[in-house]
């Protein structure tokens, strides 16, 4: 059936508090040709597309906005914006309408692993003193096995090297044979890095989560503890 | 850190831009010869993060050039579309541990079709993401590709890929260059 939307009436509050923090975002300004809509893969996945969805916001419907779980089936991949003639960032409307939701309502998973991230540095809450081991023992296990590795080194927070790696936490939890090839490769090329204790997962749920503060913090933390403790100039992002 | 206005004083870069600068200095010597008269075909899959948001095709141009390097031009295909007009491949922006697992297979369905349009045996996908997603996307429709790490088919092309750090190869390469 359809509903009768009174624009005079309309009080839009998601719309305007979206509008408040991304006074770029140009949600006013759809033409509603659909290109978003045709090269999106999320389109049409629980009745939604990005056109809808903005759409709906643009018109007040802030509660079915709210209620449809179509904000976390969406990637934010962009290229909805990539393509839109008026360039609306769709990608940030959308973590702006996950961020307006409460955080206990927000999908359990992400949120377990962004709450691990914060506690522990990485998705997978593994132990700092668990990380370092593994990544030990690897490498003996190269030194060990492989005589073309037998120098093999890493390590964790050594100052002043040229560059500190981050890792994704699923290689040292549930691959950790797949950390080999990769040093192997630094210690051909004779490159002079480390990993960081602090925060030292590639991985950030907490910004899929589109929870600010957490996010900030991780990146704070880390921020602080290359610049400040390791003094390291480069960052190598290894995904 | 630019959201937060946190200031940094190091340079952040990825790994795939070192590597593409190692082999263009001469030091990282990879070479194509282990696959000259297998032709194992590869595809690569571009990140939103570093195609797409990255602004510029800087680092998914080095994607390719380190790839070709390491299986020979002639043995690599592309999806298409690529590159900035990629299409997510659906695991992105937390939809792994998001739970609407059957609207993920929906939308990876378009992932899954594109890669076997390439007739590729590998997929390389650098972004854990991607990884995940694409190779739960053959189990899920029956895809009997590899999705595996560049620094596998570095080493593998090197000739120093041991045998235990060959558990993602299929049943083609398990032996190659031991």
């Not at chain 1, 590795?149 to 964790?156: A, C, G, Q």
């Not at chain 2, 590597?19 to 990140?47: H, M, S």
């Not at chain 2, 079709?113 to 590998?122: F, I, N, R, S």
């Amino acid at each position: 059936m359809a509903r009768v939307i009174d624009i005079d009436d309309c009080t839009c509050e998601l719309k305007e508090q979206i509008t408040h923090l991304l006074p770029d975002a140009n949600l006013d300004l759809c033409l509603t040709c659909g290109t978003c809509t045709g090269g999106c893969p999320a389109s049409e996945q629980y009745d939604m597309d990005p056109r809808r969805f903005l759409r709906m916001v643009v018109l007040g419907m802030d509660d079915e906005v709210r209620n449809s779980p179509w904000a976390w089936v969406c990637t934010m991949c962009a290229r909805c914006k990539h393509a839109c003639p008026m360039d609306i960032d769709i990608p940030k409307l959308i973590y702006n309408v996950r961020a307006s939701l409460p955080r206990e309502e927000r999908p359990k998973g992400i949120r377990g692993s962004c709450d691990q991230h914060i506690k522990a540095g990485n998705a997978m809450g593994v132990p700092r003193d668990d990380f370092i081991f593994t990544v030990e023992d690897v490498a003996e296990e190269i030194r060990e096995n492989q005589p073309a590795f037998k120098d093999l080194k890493v390590s964790v927070d050594r100052k002043g090297t040229a560059m500190v790696l981050n890792q994704n936490s699923r290689e040292p939890v549930t691959e950790p044979d797949e950390l080999g090839p990769l040093w192997k490769i630094l210690h051909l090329v004779d490159a002079d890095w480390t990993y960081p204790s602090v925060m030292w997962a590639g991985e950030n749920y907490c910004m899929f989560l589109a929870d600010d503060e957490g996010w900030r913090y991780i990146l704070e933390e880390f921020v602080h503890h290359v610049d400040i403790n390791l003094k390291s100039p480069l960052v190598v992002n290894t995904e | 850190m630019r959201k937060y206005k946190i200031d940094h004083n190091f340079k952040l870069v990825t790994i795939i831009e070192l590597y593409a600068q190692w082999i263009r200095e001469g030091k990282l010597v990879v070479n194509a010869d282990w696959n000259r008269d297998l032709k194992v075909k590869f595809t690569v899959q571009d990140p939103c993060n570093i195609g797409r948001k990255a602004g510029t095709n800087r680092i998914v141009d080095d994607l390719r050039f380190v790839l070709k390097a390491a299986i020979g031009e002639e043995n690599f295909r592309e999806m298409a579309p690529n590159r900035a007009n990629n299409f997510c491949c659906g695991g992105g922006g937390g939809a792994l541990q998001a739970g609407h697992t059957d609207q993920r297979k929906a939308y990876g369905k378009i992932k899954f079709d594109q890669v076997m349009e390439t007739g590729a045996q590998y997929v390389i996908a650098p972004c854990h993401n991607c990884h995940a997603q694409i190779e739960d996307m053959g189990a899920h429709y029956g895809g009997a590709y590899h999705v595996v790490h560049l620094w596998t088919i570095l080493c593998l092309a090197m000739g120093i890929l041991d045998e235990n750090e060959r558990s993602y190869l299929g049943p083609d390469l398990a032996m190659v260059g031991l």
